[in-house]
């Protein structure tokens, strides 16, 4: 997903500022009147999550009330949307979702809602690349050591993601369909859930986001191959991207987003958008996403509403392209 352009998110920017002022007066009116809830459709300790629970704390702390965090796993991060699309529609239950949930999960899985209708975009929150890791003890040290062991012995290695029709599955598929190899699959309910097999040498690599990779990068656990974006990421930068690592067209960035169930209230809406604006313009919101790997989000309202929609068809056409089929679930 290429990133906005400066004219359009200056525009988004001030749309952004017009929510801040009515934002003020809906909290005047008294919303919210009590507790909040983000749902979050990935288990404890995955990139979703860090980002979820660290916008419940500033929420809590600005809205003066509860903001907790549900973790909902499964079902390519669709049974959290599930269950925001259909809560009362009184701004109280609130998304953190992915592209996984919203613009793939649609075109392989028979949903109850839907997720451009019944879902109100609030904004962009990041943007991380995915990145190859495999353990640190795995004898493979590059993309092109990996790419000659699974030509030499087709689908004979594994990849883990957190589910299939995750960023991780349609990032592993697209990897295979560049370098025209084979590996298997193998889904999982979040991707902490996948590191413990990747660092146990049960799954041989994952392509991971850098927000849920970067702490075992850092530990020491992972040991990071490539990252799936055009320039390489800031918090990495002694890892080439892929395409300097000798495979194009494998790009793959997973982004993140919040959104509150459709037909709630606009003062809710508005005061959301203003809240999250105000909060992503912290520097040390601003760091923490960087240190993920990523970029802060500057989408907010019709703008990031535009950029889901156009990200869902071009996922329409990946899971296309790629046969990706909803095996698994």
Do not use: C
């Not at 050591?145 to 592993?172: C, D, N, R």
């Not at 929609?309 to 899971?319: A, H, I, P, S, T």
């Amino acid at each position: 997903m290429p990133f906005p352009n400066r004219r359009r998110a200056g525009l988004a920017l001030a749309a952004l500022a017009l929510a801040a002022l009515t934002g003020t007066a809906a909290q005047a009116q008294g919303w919210p009147d009590k507790p909040l809830r983000i749902m979050v459709g990935a288990s404890p300790g995955g990139g979703t999550d860090i980002l979820a629970r660290m916008l419940a704390e500033k929420f809590a702390a600005d809205f003066r009330q509860s903001v907790v965090v549900e973790n909902r796993p499964g079902a390519s991060n669709t049974i959290a949307a599930d269950v925001t699309a259909h809560a009362p529609a009184d701004g109280s239950t609130l998304l953190l979702a992915t592209n996984t949930g919203q613009a793939i999960a649609p075109h392989l899985l028979k949903l109850k809602f839907d997720p451009l209708k019944d879902l109100q975009p609030i904004g962009l929150v990041a943007v991380m690349p995915n990145v190859l890791v495999v353990s640190s003890s795995s004898p493979y040290r590059s993309v092109k050591e990996l790419v000659a062991a699974m030509s030499a012995s087709p689908g004979a290695l594994k990849y883990a993601s957190s589910g299939v029709g995750s960023t991780q599955h349609i990032a592993g598929e697209a990897f295979a369909l560049a370098t025209g190899t084979k590996a298997i699959h193998v889904p999982y309910k979040g991707s902490s859930q996948a590191h413990i097999d990747i660092i146990g040498g049960e799954v041989t690599m994952m392509f991971d986001s850098t927000s849920s990779a970067m702490g075992q990068i850092r530990s020491g656990k992972f040991r990071a191959l490539a990252v799936m974006s055009e320039r390489r990421a800031a918090e990495l930068p002694d890892v080439p991207t892929m395409a300097e690592a000798g495979v194009k067209g494998a790009d793959v960035q997973t982004w993140y987003g919040l959104y509150v169930t459709a037909g709630t209230p606009r003062p809710a809406v508005d005061a959301l958008n203003a809240e999250l604006a105000k909060v992503l313009k912290l520097a040390d919101v601003q760091a923490r996403i960087r240190g993920l790997g990523g970029e802060v989000g500057t989408l907010g309202g019709e703008a990031f509403a535009d950029m889901n929609r156009q990200e869902y068809e071009r996922f329409r056409k990946l899971v296309r392209e790629a046969n990706i089929k909803a095996d698994g679930l």
